[in-house]
């Protein structure tokens, strides 16, 4: 199937045609170029959400109840789900989302499991591209769960149009919280199985961590703290309003553009800078790499001369060609 | 003090030189350059093994055992401790490191931390340029502990001349080891905490996922397993064979100057890239940027266009300019 048709099939909804599309994209196929180029006109009507929190907050469940909560309100739903994996292997650990399957037989949700690390640095390339043919597809909202351990998963998330961070009771998530930088990015907070102990004490320290207490410049976002039961869908109708307020918020407030200009920014910088680097990757095969490591290791240069030949090789400044 | 006269004060052992330089080395300062270039021709003499291995294994207790067992042979040890810490604040969590205090006060030992993530993507960054300026101020052994759970730090233990990877019984290390991929990297593995149930069956789950049971090409090294109790310093000096017998046999079949090759040509591509990433980011505060942000999110042009665009801006292809 070629690519044209590929896309027109994605946009009648064919769930085989957006996982082709997303493997494309994800693989760096030939292809790649002709996808991006089609799905540029077709994207933007999707709401990206992102949700991140440390593992056990109940990620999974939380985003499941919020696909059933989207879908009943009528909406196309995709879900990203960025698991971590080895380093090595590249593949996602987890496979099909199990925690997922309620939805698995519903056309109207599309679910789609990614590896942080592949080959090329992985998610930080990929994903952006996989969110585009989901909003391309026609997905009406998008939701984009991460796990908030590691910069780029936080990355991934906090480039949403909104961000939700989940933390669970008894965990000591204030601490894990700081710790991945996940209270620099929440537009919406929730703490999840509210029904341990507990619970109120997080969403104190929480509170008291966001600084939420204190005054804000009028137009300033602040924060809910929204307590839910994922696995029982309590308190999911309160989060899709804290989100859908966020979201309104920041359409009046010109800062949902901005994000999204933002986010098309660092998209096209880790295009650009996978590229050159790439093109540094290739003169791995060249004498000039070899003999200036030669070089270095032999105490005739540094690694920064060095370093200024290989970009000079690369850009083609004070070569002749 | 000027570059020269630290260096000068590095190479005669004062350790205050060579905390300035490191400094200078990982804060990307205006004489990052002149320092580089005045250590070119001084390093080269030190052996850099790397250790690596999930938390609570007993890295420290280890490394520390290993700079005792150097001390007594009469070697000058230098150390860097590569702490994992947040994405946000780029500092090391762990400060100083109070295991070491034992060697604190021996002018022999000379002990860094380094904080995986800072600016500039941290460690992959200045790690080879600390390790650069410990082995141009003499050391004769630099130990390079990481923590076994991220590619980079996988990376930096695993360009050392020697690597060791440490485990424990009872931690479900096997699985671990294979998710970081530690067991790809190692040339010595190392069962710690060898007086606890399970360390026999550590070493055999090792012994088999390593595959050494099997037939092995004659020139081939094959990575011993070592028993440990490092905290009571029992078995270090069997790891210090165990290194230096690997050290002995990549010297002899030309591994260990090839590595040091890989090590140099791996640093001046990250250091390559660096450049070019920033040349790029220097375009944040460019119109042209945000004209590209802009088309893209107005559905106009893909982010493959936008960064064929980007790239010709920072290498001047297609430009006048």
């Not at 679910?111 to 391309?136: C, E, F």
Request: proline fraction near 4%; hydrophobic fraction near 40%.
């Amino acid at each position: 199937m070629d690519v044209p048709e590929l896309v027109e099939q994605a946009r009648q909804g064919r769930p085989r045609a957006v996982a082709r599309l997303i493997s494309l994209v994800e693989g760096a196929s030939p292809q790649l170029r002709e996808v991006m180029a089609a799905l540029a006109p077709l994207a933007g009507g999707a709401y990206v959400v992102g949700l991140t929190g440390s593992p056990g907050v109940g990620k999974s469940t939380s985003t499941s109840a919020l696909v059933s909560a989207y879908r009943r309100a009528g909406k196309r739903v995709g879900v990203l789900a960025v698991d971590p994996s080895s380093p090595f292997s590249g593949g996602a650990l987890l496979g099909d989302r199990v925690r997922m399957s309620d939805h698995a037989s519903d056309p109207g949700v599309y679910i789609r499991s990614m590896a942080t690390r592949g080959h090329l640095g992985g998610l930080a390339w990929a994903a952006p591209q996989a969110i585009r043919v989901l909003d391309a597809a026609g997905c009406d909202v998008i939701l984009v769960e991460t796990v908030g351990v590691g910069q780029s998963e936080v990355d991934i998330a906090g480039q949403a149009d909104t961000t939700m961070v989940l933390l669970a009771p008894g965990m000591g998530d204030g601490i894990q919280a700081a710790k991945a930088g996940i209270l620099e990015i929440g537009d919406v907070y929730v703490v999840n199985k509210a029904d341990r102990d507990g619970a109120d004490a997080t969403a104190r320290e929480l509170n008291h961590m966001l600084g939420l207490g204190e005054a804000r410049a009028p137009g300033d976002w602040r924060p809910p703290i929204v307590k839910t039961v994922a696995a029982r869908g309590q308190g999911t109708d309160e989060v899709v309003e804290a989100l859908e307020k966020h979201r309104a918020w920041s359409e009046e407030h010109g800062t949902l553009a901005e994000r999204r200009r933002t986010r098309a920014a660092r998209e096209v910088e880790t295009i650009a800078v996978t590229r050159l680097r790439e093109r540094i990757g290739d003169l791995r095969g060249d004498r000039r790499l070899s003999v200036l490591a030669e070089r270095i290791v032999a105490g005739e240069l540094d690694p920064y001369a060095a370093a200024d030949e290989l970009v000079a090789g690369v850009t083609g400044e004070g070569t002749e060609g």
